[in-house]
């Protein structure tokens, strides 16, 4: 990844986490955020390329918490798909950064929507789907120059999906019944291993290991969150109730029927990752889909970030939904918290991403006007100080990883 030194100025900035500044200056050295103030406050050293952003607006990066980019690729048909390791219930052992072909074209429409920060997650067609990845959307030869950490979470599926994948093979889970005890089962084993592991390395004794139990055992330990995706109301209930269960740190993923429970989840301080908002009522689960539901979830208190799960919405299309969101009730400030320090403090990504302060990746977008405005447009993108993206002449212009 390419680190280099930057300052915008004479834009309105808005760190997200701060007031917006009118005629304010981002400074980025080394890839790294060093000063964020109006213009007489900061000083931009000699040699830093200088950007005159006026009548601008200037914004971090975006971050899709919930995507399937590189291993769900466009335009490639079944050879690309990567999603989901669909041949046992619990696949905890599976990592998402193993299937991630950073030449997807997804990447390219991240940059054009201003999506900097992508966590890649594998698919919902397991109770216990694997690892998860957050990486930027851009700069790197190969997935592990783009890496923001190498594992955030586990992704675990309550409800339809993984009901319908293995009760076509007539095997368990076929019912929401097994589908919550193969994840019971899988914690208790995960506990007894842990157990079993403690008391082998006291004795000094040789201990076999087991990845699938060592990656759960991290989700009980606290270092890695559980993602559950999960629409429906009950389900989110026995997500909460399994999380009770093993003290994990719970994120519920999608949240069609959150609203119905929002005053629970607001207790509980269980944030929800809420979308993609741009579909039909394609099954069961989605019949109470509204975009309005967001809303009403956030005005109970329960924070929350906005996903496209790209490819489901092109992801690109992560500020659109924001705009719609606020057209439905959701307070302007809230829909820009959803797409940046929202998602990076659920995922543990805020010590990297997710708004413009100090010490902080160089992950910037000037846009053309208010990103939440339809008609405004990604006009220059950087990523750690160094330009991946410009919009020019009528077309985007994309820094190629191999020139």
Do not use: C
Not at 174 to 202: D, K, P, W
Not at 285 to 291: C, G, S
Not at 378 to 388: C, F, Q, R, S, T
């Amino acid at each position: 990844m390419t680190r280099a030194s930057i300052a915008i100025v004479n834009a309105y900035v808005v760190p997200v986490a701060g007031d917006p500044i009118e005629k304010g200056t981002v400074l980025v050295e080394d890839g790294t955020i060093t000063a964020v103030g109006p213009a007489a406050e900061v000083a931009v050293p000699d040699g830093v390329r200088v950007v005159d952003a006026s009548g601008k607006w200037v914004l971090p990066g975006f971050v899709e918490a919930h995507g399937h980019v590189g291993i769900h690729e466009e335009a490639n048909g079944p050879a690309g798909d990567d999603t989901n390791e669909m041949t046992t219930p619990n696949t905890a052992a599976v990592r998402a950064i193993d299937a991630v072909n950073i030449d997807d074209e997804g990447f390219r429409d991240a940059l054009a929507g201003g999506v900097t920060a992508i966590v890649v997650k594998p698919g919902s067609g397991n109770p216990i789907g694997g690892q998860t990845v957050a990486i930027k959307s851009w700069g790197g030869r190969t997935i592990d120059e783009q890496v923001i950490k190498e594992a955030v979470s586990v992704k675990s599926a309550l409800g339809e999906n993984p009901k319908r994948v293995y009760g076509g093979k007539n095997q368990t889970p076929s019912t929401r019944l097994g589908v919550a005890m193969i994840i019971r089962e899988a914690f208790v084993e995960a506990q007894n291993y842990a157990a079993s592991r403690a008391e082998a390395e006291r004795d000094g004794k040789p201990f076999a290991r087991d990845l699938t139990k060592e990656t759960l055992a991290r989700v009980l330990d606290g270092e890695l969150v559980w993602d559950q995706h999960t629409h429906r109301h009950d389900d989110i209930a026995t997500a909460i109730r399994l999380a009770d269960e093993f003290g994990y740190k719970l994120v519920v993923n999608h949240g069609t029927e959150a609203h119905k429970i929002a005053d629970v989840l607001a207790e509980r301080d269980i944030p929800v990752i809420f979308g993609p908002m741009f579909t039909s009522r394609s099954k069961v689960e989605l019949r109470d889909r509204a975009i309005g539901n967001l809303a009403h979830i956030a005005a109970a208190g329960v924070r929350v970030a906005i996903t496209t799960d790209h490819p489901v919405v092109p992801i690109n299309f992560l500020v659109h939904q924001a705009s719609f969101a606020v057209k439905e009730g959701l307070p302007r400030e809230t829909a820009l918290e959803a797409l940046t320090v929202n998602p990076a403090s659920f995922l543990g990504l805020d010590d990297r991403v997710g708004a413009l302060k100090p010490g902080l990746d160089g992950d910037i977008v000037v846009w053309s006007g208010d990103p939440l405005d339809v008609n405004s447009r990604a006009e220059l993108v950087v990523i750690d100080g160094a330009e991946v993206y410009r919009w020019e002449d009528g077309a985007p212009h994309v820094t190629e990883r191999f020139a």
